[in-house]
C-alpha cells in the first residue's frame, strides 16, 4: 500500500512539473510615453487604450556610383513599405472593472523590454512573430517607490494589409 501511495505521489509531481507552462510573459516598459502615440476610449464602466510603437529603422538605401561619364553620384532609394510593418500595436482594455492594471515588483519581472531603448534597429516583423509565441503582454508605464511597476495586460493588435 506504500509503495502505491509513492508511485501515485510521484506520478502525480511528475506530471504537474511536467506540465507547468514555462513563464513567457513579455514586460514593455514604456520609457517615455512622448514617444509612444497613445489613444485611449474611457467611459464610467470601459476603459480602452491603444500603445503605438513605431519603428525606428531607417529603411533609406543609399549606394555609391560612378556613372558613364566617369562622375561619382550618390543614389538614394526607399524600398516600399507595404512589405514592412513599420509599427505594433499593443491594445489594453479593461470592461467591468476586469483587468485592471497592478503593480508588480521589480525583481518579479523577468523578459523585459525597454521602448524605445530595446527597439532601435529591430525589424517589427520579426518582433511581431516572436511576441506571438508569447503566453501574455504586459505594458508598464509607470513606476512606483523604486521597487513597483504599474503594469497592464495588453494584446497585440494587428491589422491585415489591404
Known amino acids: 500500500m506504500k509503495n502505491i501511495l509513492i508511485l501515485i505521489l510521484f506520478s ?72 514592412f510593418l513599420s509599427q505594433i500595436t499593443l491594445k489594453y482594455e479593461s470592461k467591468s472593472g476586469k483587468n485592471v492594471p497592478f503593480l508588480v515588483k521589480h525583481d518579479n519581472v523577468k523578459n523585459l523590454l525597454v521602448y524605445p531603448d530595446d527597439f532601435g534597429g529591430i525589424e517589427f516583423n520579426e518582433l511581431v512573430k516572436e511576441l506571438q509565441k508569447v503566453k501574455t503582454i504586459y505594458i508598464i508605464d509607470g513606476i512606483y517607490p523604486d521597487i513597483y511597476y504599474k503594469a497592464k495586460k495588453v494584446s497585440l493588435d494587428i491589422k491585415p494589409k489591404m
Do not use: H, M
Request: hydrophobic share 35%.
Open 12 to 83: 502525480f509531481s511528475i506530471n504537474t512539473i511536467c506540465s507547468q507552462e514555462k513563464d513567457s510573459s513579455i514586460y514593455i516598459y514604456l520609457k517615455n510615453l512622448d514617444d509612444v502615440k497613445l489613444i485611449k476610449a474611457d467611459d464610467n464602466q470601459n476603459n480602452i487604450q491603444l500603445f503605438i510603437l513605431k519603428e525606428s529603422i531607417n529603411r533609406i538605401k543609399t549606394s555609391i556610383v560612378i556613372s558613364d561619364k566617369g562622375i561619382i553620384e550618390k543614389r538614394i532609394s526607399v524600398p516600399s513599405y507595404n512589405k
